[in-house]
């Protein structure tokens, strides 16, 4: 479903070349759920944001579903990352100007793959049914993290990429977060790469990948 | 003192990282400073100007003696004054012309002069003896020498005929104005004996035995006078560009307000993190006091040079404007007080002030941890709307209450500016419930989100949108009115200008001449003759003319009012028509009657007709020639209108001037007086448009300024839509779509509101200014051409920021999701 081959990616200032990404090989099938953790600064939110099609990688290809990502034009990269992506950030990064309905709404109706049906259930699986009239500012953390996922999931992604979704939660609330990612994965049949640095919360996923040294070891 | 100072560079390290902020800071100050202090300096300038020509021999700062039923008396009060031992000075004074143009000429007698009167104007012991002495001298400003296009020493000619004495310039002497020697004065006006005022110096002897002196007499005692007629006349006018000037310094405050409170937004966690490293609250606000003091000083300083490049560059039409309209003359050059300078760094700091008082009062009681947000932005501005929803009402109420009670031209000003700020104060609620309305219609993903974030963004746009709307409206107000006054000013010049040829004789011996050879001309319809005099009505000057009994008169003259058989009663010569502003300052109607102080005695006429007079300062009032010449026989006949055929007008114009030698002055046809008019009407409201284009510049600013400090912040909300499909085009499209969508709408509540802020300007600011309405109209194409400027200057505001966001590159918005932001 995903393959990532012989990926790199080369930053260049005027002071210093770093060489983050030197050849990565990978593959995530559907179903599955991936955690890729390393040190900070290893290279693994440049892997997901080059998967994303939201940075351009040097050399090596991306495919997602057989399409090749890697090369695509802006316009078509933005439709794959509307309609076939679901993306999870640390910062939550919702709307603030939209209710939290409406928030978990956005990229489906976006894609115009909104699914009434799923996005209640979603809505229910996240406990979120009674905070939907709420704004982003209201929620907690957690909650707003909870809303990131549904948003996420609410286009029935082929995959789903999450950069430290728990990375600004407590340990009880990081825990119930990757397990509801992990049974909506599976129940929605898409695959995961999530980034932590968590060794306790990656080994709760199916596989583990380590960055160092810009290789996957 | 040391802890201060290191606050302090950690403060100002938030300026390195946003410069564009700091930038956007100083334009606000500079440009709010240069557009008030330039306005201002014009104003100085023509003070000093109103002080120069009121401080000179007998201007209105020195009580006097005058007659106030005739321009001149007898010489003999000012011996028996004398005699009596009062400290009394003659003064004669007329209009005389010089190369076709008008200038005062005042015969004064140096030695009684009051002292007072020399401050601006010295004659020193060494001078006296050449001023009195043959030839005598003609004292004159720079600025007159300049204007007659003469050197000093050479003689002027009054009228080509009469030499006054060799000219001298005199430092300090108002323009427009000649100074001879009574005796001189005496025999070039051909008023031997005569004196036109007595100036009274100041002294031990008690004023009110005056009174007692001149009873008997026809003289009336004038007080000295703190204002002059010119500076009440001019009252208006300085006022109209001191509000232009306020409302581009508040403009200019926006945009301060909104760079200062962005500022202090993204300062908070510093400011926290300061006040939990032991920073007390007294010494931050002390330290930001400072650090925008001095930022204000800074651009204050810059602002001043601006003001006075703008004054400079203005100075020329303002000139013409108070000419034009007053027939005040304004020297060329431009001179600065130090009061001034002082001034516009005084407004400037407290601008800045006034523009951070709302963040400094937030930071006064900024607490140390920040505090959970207990209200959704939603319930947030809804306060803000509901409050700013209630100012607005007060301010209109304010506005109705100064249209109902208000009487003078400073309560017209304040129905205008309670006016403009209650629409700016409720321009928010307005574009709100718009927007809400939108936002119900609504179905799509990218429509909600479209309004929604519409509606969030208001507040950060909301003072530039306030200035556009200030701007355009203030725009539309003075253009309606400026282009009502030039169509009615059209209409009007086409009845008042009813000879197809114009002539002034340079003698009364040119004039019968004249007169002579009109007659033998075959080519020539009619002959309409015409006179001038100048009178006083209640102790104030107005002008006498004469009409001609003719068709062409009749029809086109603009009357506004006419009592039936109007014409005829004039050509009996019992009835006068008078100007309306005359008018108005009498309070004389249709019917009332009007006593004109005759040399043979008063004459009494009905006021049978009132006609628009626009853009004359004094009153006027009109009468059948042969009337006027039968009861003022002393008025020289050398005005002459004549009615020629189109078709031998090229040959007449030839033959006058072949025959007359007759200057561009003395001879015109009808379309060069009009070109010459219109060309003066032009030039008097440049100024206005010199400003209205200014305001609109600033308010352009504001958006663009508001904009780019908004852009930076509206990153994190962008970003996430762009990580989940959106293109940057498509985003920065929608960001282009949504600043135009609320910069359109604000457009178009200007409108009506420029309407209303026009008929304010005719109907209740110009006839307090001038004594005068003009008829109200609607220009539908001005009204459109100026929404497209203002859609223009939204789109270049608009264009740099969206610009910026549809080339960013994808690294600057990945920042947005990476740990490190």
Known sequence: ?217 | MRRAAWVLAVLLSHWRRHPMQLATLTIGLIAATALWSGVQALNQQARISYDRAAAMFGGARTAMLIDPAHPTFSQAAFVDLRRAGWPVSPVLEDRVQIGGRSYRLLGIEPVSLPPETASASAISQRELRAFIALPGQTLVAAETLADLGLAPGTTPRLNETVALPPLRVQPQLAPGVLIVDIGVAQRVLEKPGQISRLLVAQTTRDPGTLPAAIAGTSLQWIAADRETDLERLTDSFHLNLTAFGLLSFLVGLFIVNSAIGLAFEQRLPTLRTLRACGASARLLNGVVLIELVSIALIAGLVGLIGGYVIAAALLPDVAASLRGLYGAQLPGALSLRPQWWLAGMAMSVLGALAAAAASFVRMARLPVLAAAQPYVWQQTQRRWLLRQGALALAMLAVAMAFLAFGDSLLSGFAVLAALLLSAALALPMLLDGILRVGAHGARKALPIWFWADSRQQLPGLSLALMALLLALAVNVGVGTMVKSFSVTFERWLDGRLAADVYITPASEAQADELNHWLDRRSDIAAVLPGARAEIRIAGAAVELIGLPDHATYRARWPLLRIVPNGWTRLRDGDAAFISEQLSRRLHLDLGDRLQLAASGGDWSVEVAGIYADYGNPKGQVAVNVDAMLRHFPDTAQRRFGLAVAPEHLAGVMAALRDHFQFGPRQLADQATVKAESKRIFSRTFAVTAALNTFTLGVAGIALLTSLLTLSASRLPQLAPLWAIGLTRRSLAAIELMKTMAVAFVTALLALPLGLLVAWCLIAVVNVKAFGWRLPFDIFPMQLLQLLGVAMVAALAATLMPVLKLARMQPATLIKIFAHER
């Open chain 1, 1 to 217: 479903m995903l393959d990532v081959i012989d990926l790199t990616k080369t930053y260049r200032s005027a002071a210093d070349t770093v060489s983050v990404l030197r050849g990565v090989t990978f593959h995530v099938a559907r179903g599955e759920s991936v955690a890729l953790t390393g040190e900070s600064g290893s290279g693994k939110s440049t892997l997901l944001h080059l998967i994303a099609g939201l940075d351009e990688a040097d050399g090596g290809e991306i495919r997602i579903e057989q399409t090749r990502v890697t090369g695509l034009p802006d316009a078509q990269r933005a439709a794959l990352r509307r309609t076939r992506l679901g993306l999870i950030f640390q910062q939550f990064n919702l709307v603030p100007s939209l209710s939290v309905a409406d928030n978990l709404a956005f990229q489906a109706r976006l894609a115009e793959k909104h699914d009434a049906a799923w996005l209640a259930e979603l809505t229910a699986r996240l406990g979120l049914a009674a905070m939907a009239k709420r704004y982003p500012e209201q929620l907690s953390g957690g909650q707003q993290q909870r809303v990131a996922i549904g948003r996420a999931l609410a286009v029935k992604p082929a995959l789903l990429l999450a950069d430290e979704p728990t990375g600004n939660l407590d340990e009880a609330t990081a825990d119930e977060v990757v397990h509801l990612l992990r049974d909506l994965v599976t129940r929605s049949g898409c695959g995961m790469l999530m980034v932590t640095h968590s060794a306790r919360l990656a080994a709760m996923l199916d596989r583990q990948l380590r960055l160092s040294g810009g290789y996957l070891t």
